[in-house]
């Protein structure tokens, strides 16, 4: 047998990604190894959302050209960076075997016995979406409790700081019953939580089994429906794309967790303008209002980036006051980074990174202290957590409550797999310490 390692950076995407890959070449004789030492083929999939994430790469291949040497493994580039790299990344670093965009890996066994038999390099960055679905094999291995499904791939919203629309093409969503019946099968193989991912996903229109373009909402509801699927949630959504029906969904399903990753990156509307979000600083806040009053507890974050072109410190001042506002429960910030190819790269008035530090300070100082308030609102409380994989201790268990917050429990290991009541005994900077109630007790959200 030959053995296979894959190192993934990135967004849950690529996650799925390379669980995908992995499936797509075990039947040609690829099971896991340990290490990259003793590996056969390695892939890096890759992540090129923002700077540096192309010299990250190149580095590591520098580090795994002494490696190929000494081991003869291949070596193959997948993900966003060979989208945008291309043959660019053959050209400096000639130890690598196969480049492969995110919409193409479906062709990796083909590559592979290309090189295999023929030697030299294999690119190959098309966006053959309808392809690639279909192509991807059904996978029968167990599954996490936790799992990823996509429904959605590409962006055609152009935000002028972001690459996605140019390495992840444009909107695709797979049709409804494809999704469903990659859903009843992770539930089958022991999903009990299903995450429907997209660069877009709530822009969500499939092909309905009547014929007709059904929404994100529309197939919550239908998901739903599975026997055994205990939790939905999905990600990332665009405020754009935040519908009525889909905010009902909030109200309507218990299946879908209290939880919502709504990015709104700046709280200044001349920023989202040049940032070509296509909605106001009024907007967000009218969806937020109309989503509390959907789900009173539902947990939000966000995406934020400080420093973009012609951000003033009064604009600036205005995203605090936003994040003020609303109070989000987890966040993702950034400092605005150049990505070759976007508008906003070639703009003329960039911010200067001493700014852009001191910005990025001040506003994870307020992200964290919310999120400490919330996991600390939390202590006391009974709630219902889907325990996912052991923890670092022996016994321990490792899971995630309603609103996505980590947690561990001590001599629970015999709980992975299932959903359990528990008690928040103790707040911690990254995870909760819980333990486990008995049936019955009252529960506050589940
Ligand atoms: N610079 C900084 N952050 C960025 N993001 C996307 N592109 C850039 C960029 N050029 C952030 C956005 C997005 C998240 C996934 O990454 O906040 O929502
Ligand atoms: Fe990028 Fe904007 Fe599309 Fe999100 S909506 S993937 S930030 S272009």
């Not at 094999?137 to 429904?151: E, M, R």
């Amino acid at each position: 047998m030959k053995k296979l390692f894959i190192k993934t950076y990135g967004c849950q995407m690529n996650v799925y990604d390379s669980a995908r890959m992995a499936e797509l070449l075990a039947p040609i004789g690829y099971g896991a190894a340990d290490t990259t030492s003793d590996a056969d083929l390695i892939i890096l999939n890759t992540c090129h959302i923002r700077e540096k994430a192309a010299e990250k790469i190149y580095s590591e291949l520098g580090r795994l050209k002494q490696l190929k040497e000494d081991t003869g493994a291949m070596i193959a580039v997948a993900g966003c960076v060979a989208q945008a790299e291309g043959d660019e990344i053959i050209a400096r670093a000639p130890q690598v075997d196969i480049v492969v965009g995110p919409q193409s890996y479906h062709r990796l066994p083909e590559l592979i016995a290309r090189i295999s038999r023929a030697g030299g390099h294999a690119l190959d960055t098309n966006f053959p979406m309808l392809e690639k679905f279909d192509a991807l094999p059904k996978g029968d291995s167990p599954s996490g409790a936790a799992a990823f499904l996509t429904a959605q791939e590409g962006c055609d919203k152009f935000c002028t700081f972001c690459v996605v629309p140019y390495t992840r093409g444009s909107e695709y969503s797979r049709s409804v019953l494809q999704i469903e019946d990659e859903a009843r099968r992770l539930v089958a193989r022991g999903a009990r939580e299903l995450t429907l991912l997209g660069q877009n996903v709530n822009a969500y229109r499939g092909l309905g089994p009547d014929g007709e373009t059904w929404s994100l909402a529309r197939l919550l509801y239908r998901l739903a429906e599975i026997s055994g699927l205990a939790r939905l949630r999905y990600t990332t959504s665009h405020p754009r794309d935040m519908s009525d029906e889909l905010i009902a969904a909030h109200g309507d399903l218990s299946q879908l967790m209290p939880n919502l990753h709504l990015p709104v990156q700046s709280g200044s509307d001349g920023v989202l303008a040049a940032m070509n979000r296509g909605h106001t600083v009024a907007d967000y806040r009218r969806i937020v209002d109309r989503v509390r009053r959907a789900r009173p507890d539902i947990a939000l974050s966000s995406d934020f980036i400080v420093g973009f072109p012609g951000e003033t410190d009064q604009d600036f001042a205005q995203t605090m006051a936003l994040v003020r506002d609303v109070g989000f429960s987890q966040s993702y910030s950034f400092k605005y980074s150049k990505r070759p190819g976007t508008p906003a790269a070639a703009a003329r008035k960039q911010v200067a990174e001493p700014v852009k530090d001191a910005r990025l300070q001040e506003l994870q100082a307020l992200l964290l202290a919310q999120r400490n308030e919330f996991d600390q609102s939390c202590a006391g409380r009974v709630m219902d957590v889907l325990f996912e994989r052991p923890g670092r201790k022996k016994g321990q268990a490792i899971g995630r409550t309603p609103y996505l917050q980590s947690v561990h429990a001590e001599n629970a290991a015999p709980f992975i797999g299932d959903i359990h009541r528990v008690r928040i005994d103790a707040v911690f900077p990254n995870s909760l310490k819980v333990s486990l109630v008995a049936a019955g007790e009252k529960v506050l959200a589940h």
